[in-house]
Structures are given as structure tokens and as C-alpha cells.
């Protein structure tokens, strides 16, 4: 199929119910496809949206575009959650049906109000011109999740900014509510985060760019969302463009963090407890995550794994990406962990236990039914090798992590897997480790998903992979004798 722009923005409407149970049927057989982890029905989803709690249930959206794995007219499906594991879809939230939304409901937040839950996003909308006008629209859903769209926008572009203007995330702060969003400067074409608030959602004061770190953020910010997380504020968000001087990345468009110690959103001003902006992940496919605080304070996010202008292999299957599982934020000695929430033990059964030392070349250490299950592995300090994950009988497909726990390096490598893609921007993925200490590893594995947790959460390491189903093999080769200890579960679908 050719994809014209006509096409992929020709309304839903027109596109037949036949045609949409023929790709949900496709996605839903594909050997790739993921059995805990939000997943498009059909189609392509990026950015998950209004990530919240509402109504006693967690709820989170995601950007949709159904009828085929590219980025076509986009839509926000909407999922409702008792413990941040189990997701019921509930369908599509926000049609891009009316002229402030015509070409897009693009990513935005959700934010209770009294009784119903307010929905924020942005109307992508181009003219016969093709040029862009975006509006900052709203939308109140109900305890019935029955949704309503505001007749007219909350505001459109900001004379600031270029038409790269979106992604508002809603907080309440005092008694002002506060919209933080991804801009382009207009006068520098530099990427910026713009704050407005409002106490009545007509009128809106406009308090200029955040004041963060004094670096150039590259040409556009996308997705910027600011969390509380043990008291720190911390700004979450996607420069395009950054220098690699100013972040070390490797991905086409990073997500990066930075922590701080204040955060005065009348001002603007974010104060940086630490000088320098980090990577959220570092694998290959994390994007535009989505952190929020609970009403207990809990800070929570969830991830896009996916990438904006990638090719990725289900692409021929006529659908594309995930969601992350949901990690929990904590900050402690000076780092920010992620980890998966708690109840996704729920999904573990069949436990195996793994102790032991390494004698020969290859140990063995475990062969599940299939790509779905959970690893827990502690590695001795001072040792070196790989460990296999998905791999063939020979070891010869795999993917496969690199470690040294005595110069302190880990190397997440997709370079051995059936399917290469992306290959333009490296096949592996390095971190440093601290020195002569044993490394812990939790590793969650969905067919074609990848989430590792270093070392309690320090470091997080995603990457979609694409290996035979039946190459299920983890095995452990190091140079010299080694201690290993261990768990294995296998994972229910959510
Ligand atoms: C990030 C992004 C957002 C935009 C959305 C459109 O991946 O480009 O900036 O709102 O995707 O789907």
C-alpha cells in the first residue's frame, strides 16, 4: 500500500469495519506479538497520554493510529487499569473529528477535576496550505468514561513559538493550574518548555520559557512532564536535535531527565540539583514516557517503546510498537530508580531457582516454553562474560548482554538476532557499572520486548528484539569460574 498523505489523513470514518477486523486479526496472530505490556489493537500507537488515577482505577492512553503501522490522523485510545498490570482496553477516547483536531489529538495529560477527569491535548490542524495551527484543546470525562469535548480550545500557538507547540501537561499546583508543554522558540528556532496557567480555563497567563540547565536542548522539546519523586522535582522530557556534548545518546531522539531541587512554575525557574541531563533509558527504544504522582505521591511513568522516523520489522505486519510496563520512580542516594511496579508479580508462576558456579565455557540456565517470563540474576563481582537471552540451540541468534563487573561495563547487544533493524543507529548499547561489585539484574522478557533493571532500578536498559519464537535459550558463557545466583518465573498474560 502507498502511503499518500491523502490516505493516512483521510478520516476514520471512511475506512471500512471490514478492513480494521483484518488488521486487528493481523496484529493479533503476529509471532511478535507482546502478552503483558500495552499493545496497539491495530496499527501504530506512540506516546501513552493521560497517565492518572480516576474514579478509583488507574487510566492511561495512548496515541493511535489504526489503520496501518505508520503515522497517520492521530487518536487517543483509552485503557483502565485496578492494579497497573491488568489493562482493559476500553476503545477509542478522542477522535480527530472536529476543525481544532482535524489532522491529530496529538499527546496531552489528564488532570481530576471535582468529579470528572479533565483531558488536555493538542489539535493538530493544517490548512489547504498544509501548514500547521495547533490548539491546546480539553475534553471532561465522566465516571462513565463517557467523554466530551469542549467546543472551543483552551488556547492556540503562542506568538512565541513556531507551530511546533504541544503536549500539555496539566498540574494543579496551589490554586493555579499549570500547563507545561514542548515548544519552538520562534525567534531561535531552539527547543524550549512553555508554561501558562490558568485558574478558570478561560483566561490564561503565559509565563514565558522554563529557566533549566543552560544548554541548547536542540531544535524542539517534545513531551515534557515534571514529577515528584521523594521530594525532587524532576523534569522528564525529548529534545530533538541536542548535541551529543550535551547528552550522551545514541537513540535518533533521546529521553532524557533532569533532577532538581526547586521548581517555581510562576517564575519559571527550575533550580538543577545536578548540572547535568541524563538518559532515561538506555537501550535502543524508549520515548516520550509519561510520569505522574499518584494521590499518595507515588510518582509513576510508563514509556513508549518505539521511535519517532524508525523502521521497525512489524511494520510489514501493518503494526508497530508498545507501551512499556508501568515503573515506579523512588529517588535515593543521589539516583532516581525505575522499577516495575509491585503487583506485576502477579503475574509470575512456575519459579525456578538458579545457583550455582560457572565450570565450563557455557552454563545452561534456563529454556522457558516461550519468550515470556522474568529473570532475576546476580552476577559476582570481578567476572566477565555474556548472557544469552532468546537464543538457539548453538547460541548463534541471541541477544545477548555483555559484562565486566571488574572495569564496570555492560553492553546490551542486538547485533546476533534474526532480525536486524535500525541498524543506522548502532547495534549496541553501553553503560558503565561501578567497579569490582556484583551486578543485579532484572529482566523482563515479552516475545519481542526487552526491559532490563540494573542494579535496583539505577539504570534501565529497553530494546524490542526480533528473534524465532523458538529460541527461548538463556545461557551464561564466561571466560573464568564464576558464582550466579538467581530466579526464573514465567509470566501469565496480563
Ligand atoms: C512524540 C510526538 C508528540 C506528538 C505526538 C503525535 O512522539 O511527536 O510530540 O504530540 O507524538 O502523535
Known sequence: MQWTDELRYLPYSKWSAAKLLELQHQAANSKYQLKYHIRPISGLLNDPNGFSYFNDKWHVFYQAYPFGAVHGVKSWVHLQSDDLVHWENIGLAIEPDTIYDSHGAYSGSACQIDDKLFLMYTGNVRDKDWVRHPYQNGAWMDKDNNITKLKEPLFAQSEHTTDHFRDPQLLKIADRYFAILGAQDKETTRGKIAIFSTTDFKNWQDHGYLDMLDLDFGYMIECPNLVFVDDHPVLIFCPQGIAKENLDYQNIYPNAYLVGKNIDLENAQFTPSDS???????????????????????????????????????????????LSVVKE??????????????????????????????????????????????????????????????????????????????????????????????????????????????????????????????????????????????????????????????????????
Open 276 to 322: 547535568k541531563l541524563h538518559n532515561l533509558d538506555e537501550g535502543f527504544d524508549v520515548y516520550a514516557s509519561q510520569a505522574f504522582n499518584a494521590p499518595d505521591g507515588k510518582a509513576y511513568m510508563i514509556s513508549w517503546v518505539g521511535l519517532p522516523e524508525i523502521a521497525y520489522p512489524t511494520d510489514a505486519e501493518n503494526w508497530a510498537h508498545c
Open 329 to 494: 520512580l523512588t529517588y535515593q542516594d543521589g539516583h532516581l530508580l525505575q522499577k516495575p511496579v509491585k503487583t506485576m508479580t502477579s503475574l509470575r508462576h512456575n519459579e525456578t531457582t538458579l545457583q550455582g558456579m560457572t565450570e565450563a565455557k557455557r552454563t545452561d540456565l534456563y529454556k522457558p516454553k516461550q519468550n515470556q517470563y522474568e529473570i532475576q540474576l546476580t552476577l559476582a563481582a570481578d567476572s566477565n562474560g555474556t548472557l544469552h537471552l532468546a537464543g538457539d540451540d548453538q547460541l548463534e541468534h541471541s541477544l545477548q548482554l555483555h559484562f565486566d563487573t571488574k572495569d564496570g561495563k555492560l553492553c546490551l547487544d542486538r547485533s546476533k538476532l534474526d532480525l536486524i533493524f535500525a541498524e543506522e543507529w548502532g547495534m549496541t548499547r553501553t553503560i558503565t557499572l561501578p567497579k569490582h561489585q556484583e551486578l543485579q539484574l532484572q529482566i523482563l522478557i515479552d516475545h519481542s520486548l526487552c526491559e532490563i533493571f540494573v542494579n535496583g532500578g539505577q539504570k534501565v536498559l529497553t530494546a524490542r528484539f526480533f528473534n524465532k519464537p523458538k529460541n527461548t535459550q538463556v545461557s551464561l558463557i564466561s571466560e573464568a569460574k564464576m558464582r550466579y545466583t538467581g530466579k526464573c518465573w514465567e509470566l501469565f498474560n496480563m
